[in-house]
């Protein structure tokens, strides 16, 4: 059962890759605390925009978008604050973690990878936080990945970028809690999204996974949320430059 943060209710938020995967039940975790929701996506969302309207009786805004590309990043949120007021949460959730080796690895594919796994949630940031600053503070919730903990192979360039998200939390923290807006890190483990389903979990890597865990049960996309919609709320409020680890117990923090 869903927590209820009542403080989230009406508040603006924005979320990056809200309609599908993880992003698309953060999306729904925030429209049941009665927030009003504003999320980017690549491809066309409108059947989950009408899916999930039913399912809570509100309704997201979508924004069509790549946010690799600045310019329609800021655009989107530019959009959502006239749409929704000035943003008070950000969730910088779209990432894209194909599979990768070192010596294969161009410079091309290294400037498309960290472009939507590093860049654009830097400049997501950046576009955000005068509007938090001006309306007396805000939250920002970034997702990452246990990846770069765990020192897994297959995928260097995003796990170097998750790496990368945590020190840009721990920096944003400190340059801006002055201005009372929290910036933290939401650290999944495997979730058994459909794209990994489909691409990546065969029942050799699900059992090794699995094994490395703790609990003995396999992540899903609502198991996320929670964790998200209670950094997002007043019942952190004293949490700020930290990283909260949902994985199962794959990695240890401490």
Same mark, same amino acid.
């Given at each position: 059962m869903q927590s209820v943060y009542s403080d989230l209710e009406n508040l603006s938020v924005f979320?990056?890759?809200?309609?599908?995967?993880?992003?698309?039940?953060? @999306?729904?975790?925030?429209? !049941?605390?009665?927030?009003?929701?504003?999320?980017?996506? !690549?491809?066309?969302?409108?059947?989950?925009?009408?899916e999930?309207?039913?399912?809570?009786? &509100? @309704?997201?805004?979508?924004?069509?978008?790549?946010?690799?590309?600045i310019s329609e990043l800021n655009t989107a949120? !530019?959009?959502?604050?006239? !749409?929704?007021?000035?943003?008070?949460?950000?969730?910088?959730?779209?990432?894209?973690?194909?599979?990768?080796?070192?010596?294969?690895?161009?410079? *091309?594919?290294?400037?498309w990878s960290t472009s939507i796994n590093l860049k654009a949630q830097f400049f997501a940031a950046k576009a955000v936080i005068p509007g938090m600053r001006n309306f007396g503070g805000g939250t920002i919730v970034q997702l990452t990945s246990i990846s770069y903990m765990m020192g897994h192979a297959g995928y260097p360039v995003y796990a170097t970028s998750n790496a990368g998200l945590n020190g840009m939390v721990r920096s944003l923290a400190r340059e801006f809690g002055p201005d009372k807006i929290r910036v933290n890190a939401l650290v999944p483990g495997?979730?058994?999204?459909?794209?990994?389903?489909?691409?990546? *979990? &065969?029942?050799?890597?699900?059992a090794a996974h699995l094994d490395r865990q703790c609990l003995k049960e396999h992540l899903k996309p609502c198991d996320i949320v929670g964790a998200v919609l209670f950094l997002a709320s007043d019942a952190s409020r004293m949490m700020t430059g930290q990283a909260l680890v949902v994985d199962g117990g794959v990695v240890t923090t401490g």
């Open positions: 979320i990056t890759g809200g309609g599908s995967g993880i992003g698309a039940a953060i @999306t729904e975790g925030f429209l !049941r605390q009665g927030a009003k929701v504003a999320f980017i996506g !690549r491809g066309d969302a409108s059947a989950f925009v009408n999930i309207e039913i399912k809570t009786g &509100n @309704t997201p805004l979508f924004l069509q978008g790549d946010i690799s590309n949120i !530019r959009t959502a604050e006239n !749409r929704h007021g000035p943003i008070r949460i950000l969730v910088n959730n779209a990432a894209n973690d194909t599979r990768h080796k070192t010596l294969s690895t161009d410079e *091309a594919f290294w400037d495997w979730v058994l999204t459909e794209k990994q389903l489909e691409k990546w *979990a &065969n029942p050799e890597n699900l």
